[in-house]
């Protein structure tokens, strides 16, 4: 059973160009959710996803960023316009339910995607 | 929601018993305490998660005393591998709609 999968590993964007992050959860997954990790810094939520429905943005800057979970393929952290303070580690997780770590349930993270803006 | 403190870096050795102790003074009658572990330029690994007294598996133990404000994870016999930030989360059913609140964590180092 694979785990978490992102892609591209690392991403080179020049400010003002868009930047897509893929996440393919677990299997049988259906839970999604979004962090980041600014150097030097701890994991920050962004957004939870569950298919084709966002169900908690609130971590989620109010401009420029956006996600999806369609019902088919990957969920996409879409980073719009960017800018160096977008420089960070984007991490995906999953999980089975939505219990936010209870037990049984935890989340299980990608290898993350790096995002460097020149 | 429940805040955790925890030592910002602990030094050890190899084959030593580290314990890292997470302090959660507001946790909630229905949080659990999370552990999980994250090296250089990798997604955080779940080790462990307990409701009270005491969880054991592989990796790790989890203490949890009577009135649950703190908790201590113990690696028993630690090696070089071992050396990665361990997070210490408080969070339950429901209560922060899946979403894993993280602090920033105790950079542990194990020394040959």
């Not at chain 1, 952290?77 to 935890?106: H, P, W």
């Not at chain 2, 084959?15 to 999370?34: L, P």
Request: charged share 20%; aromatic share 10%; with cysteine.
């Amino acid at each position: 059973n694979a785990g978490v999968m992102q892609n591209p590993r690392h991403l080179v964007r020049r400010r003002g160009q868009e930047a897509r992050l893929r996440c393919s959860p677990m299997k049988g997954h259906s839970h999604v959710y979004w962090y980041r990790q600014l150097p030097e810094e701890g994991l920050k939520f962004m957004v939870y996803l569950q298919k084709e429905n966002i169900i908690d943005e609130s971590g989620m800057p109010k401009e420029r960023f956006s996600a999806e979970f369609p019902k088919e393929g990957p969920s996409i952290l879409r980073i719009q316009q960017v800018v160096r303070g977008d420089s960070a580690a984007y991490f995906c997780a999953s999980s089975q339910d939505s219990s936010g770590g209870a037990l049984g349930n935890e989340q299980f993270f990608g290898p993350g995607t790096r995002l460097t803006v020149l | 929601l429940a805040k955790t403190t925890q030592p910002i870096s602990m030094d050890s050795y190899e084959g030593q018993e580290v314990n890292i102790t997470c302090s959660h003074n507001n946790i909630a009658t229905n949080d659990y305490i999370t552990w999980y572990q994250q090296f250089p330029s990798q997604g955080p690994r779940f080790i462990i998660q307990g409701y009270k007294t005491k969880v054991t598996n592989e990796v790790a133990s989890l203490f949890i005393p009577a009135d649950r404000k703190s908790s201590t994870l113990s690696l028993p016999r630690v090696s070089l591998s071992d050396t990665a930030v361990y997070y210490c989360l408080v969070g339950g059913r429901g209560n922060q709609g899946g979403k894993l609140i993280f602090g920033q964590g105790t950079e542990l180092s194990v020394k040959p």
